[in-house]
């Protein structure tokens, strides 16, 4: 079964400046789609950024990038130039691209605290 | 259209009563999911509809759960008998065909007491 584990509960960043946020995931398939979704505080859960499996090159979104390293199963989000509305949970997740693969799979969040 | 709803966004409730939750996706959504999440924790999935037929269920889904979308359009989540250990964030989502994004609604908030 796949799984997803978020090792850092709490993250703490000092507004400008830039954090990574860590994620890895458990898989025997290989075509698969990654994300992070952001949780404000009672909001709406949002799509940050989204990876596919077979593309090499990392995703970037504005002040959101990540590291994508298949081998390793790692999934980490970069945050740059920190504001204070990122802050909010952070949920790393997986979905097979698999014929039958419906449910996204959601790693237990990492709450990221942004200091003005 | 202003993306998934849910309804009540609220829900406190005595144990053992029933309890039913509403979810309307986005208009276009072919597919819809139900999850459950609880304090601290990520999203855990409970089940999945494509237009009206109910394609999967999770192991957290008992007896006592149940979900409908009759005419692949709105949904609704029944629990029934409800226990203190059902007191949780309710999520839905929805895709569009061929989509990958999940758009989700701002959650039913539901305490058994």
């Known amino acids: 079964a796949q799984t997803v584990t978020q090792s850092q509960p709490e993250m703490s960043v000092q507004e400008a400046e830039t954090v990574t946020l860590s994620c890895t995931y458990d898989?025997?398939?290989?075509?698969?789609?990654l994300f992070w979704y952001k949780q404000p505080p009672s909001r709406q859960m949002i799509l940050v950024i989204r990876?596919?499996?077979?593309?090499?090159q990392n995703a970037t979104e504005n002040r959101f990038s990540v590291n994508f390293q298949k081998a390793a199963k790692s999934f980490s989000l970069k945050i740059s130039d920190s504001q204070l509305g990122d802050a909010a949970m952070y949920f790393c997740a997986y979905r097979t691209r698999n014929t039958g693969g419906f449910k996204t799979i959601f790693g237990a969040g990492t709450r990221l605290f942004v200091k003005a | 259209d202003t993306g998934v709803s849910q309804n009540p966004r609220h829900k406190i409730t005595k144990r053992g009563q029933n309890v039913t939750f509403r979810c309307d996706p986005i208009s276009e959504h072919n597919r819809l999911y139900w999850y459950r999440q609880t304090l601290g924790q990520g999203p855990e999935f409970l089940t999945y509809f494509q237009n009206e037929a109910q394609l999967e269920k999770s192991r957290l889904l008992s007896d006592r759960f149940s979900a409908e979308r009759p005419k692949g359009s709105f949904s609704t989540l029944e629990i029934q008998r409800t226990e203190q250990g059902d007191s949780a964030m309710y999520l839905c989502a929805s895709i569009e065909i061929g989509g990958t994004e999940a758009f989700f609604g701002q959650g039913t908030r539901l305490t058994v007491v």
């Open positions: 898989t025997s398939e290989s075509d698969y789609y």
């Open positions: 990876q596919e499996a077979y593309k090499q």
